[in-house]
C-alpha cells in the first residue's frame, strides 16, 4: 500500500494551490490531509468518505480548502484558496479503512506548502 502525494510548493499569500494524493495497493472508505509545522502537533485539515462523499474540515480551513475525490484514480484532491502564511506546513496525505479523521492507519510522505507574506 502506497499514498503518493504531490502538489507542493512556494506561493504567495492570498494564492490557490492543490494538493493531489493516489493510494496504490488498495482502496480506502476515508482519505484526507492533515499538516504538521515546526514546532506544532500534527491537525487535521479536511477528510472525504469514499462511499458517500462526505467531507469533513478543520475549523482553520474551513471555507478555503476543499477537499474531492476521483474514486476511479483512487486519488484526493486538496483545492486550497486564499492561503495564508500561517498555511505554511508539510501536508500528510493519510488513508483508513475507517476513518482518517482521528487516527489513520496509512500514511504518505509529506509534501511541503510554503506561503510567503
Known amino acids: 500500500v502506497q499514498l503518493q502525494a504531490s502538489g507542493g510548493g512556494l506561493v504567495q499569500a492570498g494564492d490557490s494551490l492543490r494538493l493531489s494524493c493516489t493510494a496504490s495497493g488498495r482502496t480506502f472508505s476515508s482519505m484526507g490531509w492533515f499538516r504538521q509545522s515546526p514546532g506544532k502537533e500534527r491537525e487535521f485539515v479536511a477528510a472525504i468518505s469514499r462511499s458517500a462523499g462526505i467531507t469533513y474540515y478543520g475549523d482553520s480551513v474551513k471555507g478555503r480548502f476543499t477537499i474531492s475525490r476521483d474514486s476511479a484514480k483512487n486519488t484526493v484532491y486538496l483545492q486550497m484558496n486564499s492561503l495564508k502564511p500561517e498555511d505554511t506546513a508539510v501536508y500528510y496525505c493519510?488513508?483508513?479503512?475507517?476513518?482518517?479523521?482521528?487516527?489513520?492507519?496509512?500514511w504518505g510522505q509529506g509534501t511541503l506548502v510554503t506561503v510567503s507574506s
Open positions: 493519510a488513508a483508513d479503512p475507517i476513518t482518517v479523521r482521528y487516527s489513520p492507519g496509512y
